[in-house]
């Protein structure tokens, strides 16, 4: 479980991959390049992470449940891992950490943020999905309902967690370019607002594409906000 790093200083990012990405792919995908200036320009310091998802949610072979479970270990790993990782790296205990991803990445980035909104206070989820039942074959249990955005969400009541979400910020990235599916991110849209998360629907229309040009564009557009 490798971690690339790009930047010198400025708020720390963890980038999460697609389906069957690593650690290196959004410099191979031209992401780091897109917004290379904020990198440069000390707006934005970029921590690349790979995934479990071959053997968690994507592992076919086992038995639901424990796909489940070892969701739950990627959590912990981002958590009690990457995040002392990059705070130690940006040399300040108590910094606040971005996320960001496209399609799985989004999933991790958004379920990251909502699960630990007192570390994670900005988040890009571009062409993300945020129910993730067609991997459990019908089957469900606590660690899989703890890490399904959609569900945890619809009934998250704790003031302590909308306190800290109402500090937060998120984009959740979508439109009507090809293979894009928006139904997705409206769904997430509007469970948020029925907890009252202020939070961030951007409907990029045709610019909404799922491929990596319009990812790129989506994030360059994004850094140069920040």
Known sequence: MGVATYGHWGPPMIAFPTTGGDEWEYE?????????D????GRVKLFCVNSNHED??????????HRSWMQRQYDEYITHEVVPFVRYHCQDPGIGVWTMG?????????NTR???????????ALSGVYDMKRFM??????????NNPVDYLANLSDPWALGHLAS???HIATGS????RSEESYRLSNILWSRGIRHFLDDWGAMGGHDWPYWQHQMREYMWRV
């Open 177 to 180: 370019g090809p293979w894009e």
């Open 38 to 41: 904020a990198i440069e320009g």
């Open 102 to 110: 496209a399609t799985l990445g989004a999933y991790h980035a958004a």
């Open 56 to 65: 968690s949610l994507g592992n076919a072979g086992a038995h639901p449940r």
């Open 28 to 36: 191979r995908q031209g992401v780091v390049g897109a917004i290379g």
């Open 137 to 146: 074959n019908g089957d469900y249990d606590d660690n899989f309902y703890f």
């Open 168 to 170: 937060c910020e998120i």
């Open 114 to 124: 909502f699960k630990h909104p007192d570390i994670v206070k900005r988040c890009y």
